[in-house]
Nanobody, 125 residues
Framework: QVQVVESGGGLVQAGDSLRLSCTASGPSFRTYTMGWFRQASGKERNFVAGIMSPDGVVNYNDSVKGRFAISRDNDKNTLYLQMNHLKPDDTAAYFC??????????????????WGQGTQVTVSS
């Protein structure tokens, strides 16, 4: 069982920055493929960014390319999402998904077996 906990959300103004964190338990953190997803009220959960195991390849949703950056610190069992130039459309609950090893569909939420409770990001105009 993997415990996943997200943090770092908040209420900010358009143009501001936030950094989200996600900690995942277990001795195999280095082998996890991890992704950030977001879900706006009444909408489906959508892929934001992901980092693959074992090669560290990153993927981004086109809507966040150039503004968001995903990274991981294996020594701290932590995944990050640096979000810059935030827009009102970025408002959503942000979730961290975790799976063991590689997937050929990193943007598909159903490929992740472990999730945190989410952290809310609200961007005012």
């Amino acid at each position: 069982q993997v415990q996943v906990v997200e943090s770092g959300g908040g209420l900010v103004q358009a143009g501001d920055s936030l950094r989200l964190s996600c900690t995942a338990s277990g001795p195999s953190f280095r082998t996890y493929t991890m992704g950030w997803f977001r879900q706006a009220s009444g909408k489906e959960r959508n892929f934001v960014a992901g980092i693959m195991s074992p090669d560290g390849v990153v993927n981004y949703n086109d809507s966040v390319k150039g503004r968001f950056a995903i990274s991981r610190d294996n020594d701290k069992n932590t995944l990050y999402l640096q979000m810059n130039h935030l827009k009102p459309d970025d408002t959503a609950a942000y979730f961290c998904g975790v799976r063991f090893g590689f997937t050929n569909q990193p943007m598909n939420a159903s490929r992740y077996g472990y999730w945190g409770q989410g952290t809310q990001v609200t961007v005012s105009s």
